[in-house]
Nanobody, 121 residues
Framework: QVQLVESGGGLVQPGGSLRLSCAASGIIFSISGMSWYRQTPGEQRELVAEITSGDRTNYADSVKGRFTISRANAKNTVYLQMNSLKPEDTAVYYC???????????????WGQGTQVTVSS
């Protein structure tokens, strides 16, 4: 099993910055892609940013130029640097990772519990 634990959410004023972190733990053999999603009440979860094991990145149009995803493979950790935050960025942010464990050769998607980001004055 793999556990993902997010941190770094909170309340920030418009124009401010936050950095989210997500650390994976467990009997991990390998992690492939890692990503961040977000969800607001009554809406579907949407992809915010993703990063491959080779550090290729992809962003939602709404966050391009403001958010940066990165990863520290040695720490099994993915980050999301969020700058120039807007009220519409308010959501619960979820970490996602595709991983294999030592006791299961299948690639499985894992999710964190979510962290609240609120952008408000």
């Amino acid at each position: 099993q793999v556990q993902l634990v997010e941190s770094g959410g909170g309340l920030v004023q418009p124009g401010g910055s936050l950095r989210l972190s997500c650390a994976a733990s467990g009997i991990i053999f390998s992690i492939s892609g890692m990503s961040w999603y977000r969800q607001t009440p009554g809406e579907q979860r949407e992809l915010v940013a993703e990063i491959t094991s080779g550090d290729r990145t992809n962003y939602a149009d709404s966050v391009k130029g403001r958010f940066t995803i990165s990863r520290a493979n040695a720490k099994n950790t993915v980050y999301l640097q969020m700058n120039s935050l807007k009220p519409e960025d308010t959501a619960v942010y979820y970490c996602n990772a595709e991983a294999r464990t030592f006791n299961n050769p299948s690639w499985i998607q894992y999710w964190g519990q979510g962290t609240q980001v609120t952008v408000s004055s």
